[in-house]
């Protein structure tokens, strides 16, 4: 009996404070609105620019023959395994003239001339076969 009296006590409490009572019933249904909006449908056709800089080789230092460069071009890589449905490619030169928002721009992707190298060395890195 004493948990059905605490029970009514919290309700009228709850249903004489319009803030309390607000936030219990309108914001759940806010963010089920939000995250609803947010994570529903497929986008396509979103214009990006690449300014592709790598030099596509990778140095290596080894403990048999030295140092060892290999052509790994990642950056290449990763912007051929973009979805064509999705994204619409451009290319550009300057770094300055890829900006996001002019001309329905979404976003800028810039690889630095030495992308893969710093990849490949961050991968040795953290499989501790570099130190």
Sequence with gaps: ???????????????GDARTL????????FFVLLYGNSFSGSYNDLSIIIVND?????????????RV?????LADAFVSALDPKMFRVLTADDPDS??????GIWASLVFPRSFSNAVVNQ???ASGERR
């Design 123 to 125: 991968a040795l890195i």
């Design 54 to 66: 790598d030099n596509g080789l990778a140095s290596v230092r080894t403990a048999e023959v030295g």
């Design 22 to 29: 607000a936030m219990i019933i309108i914001l759940p249904l």
């Design 69 to 73: 460069t290999i052509a790994v071009d």
């Design 1 to 15: 009996m004493k948990t059905f009296a605490v029970t009514r006590n919290v309700l009228r409490r709850i249903i």
């Design 98 to 103: 890829a900006a996001v928002g002019s001309d």
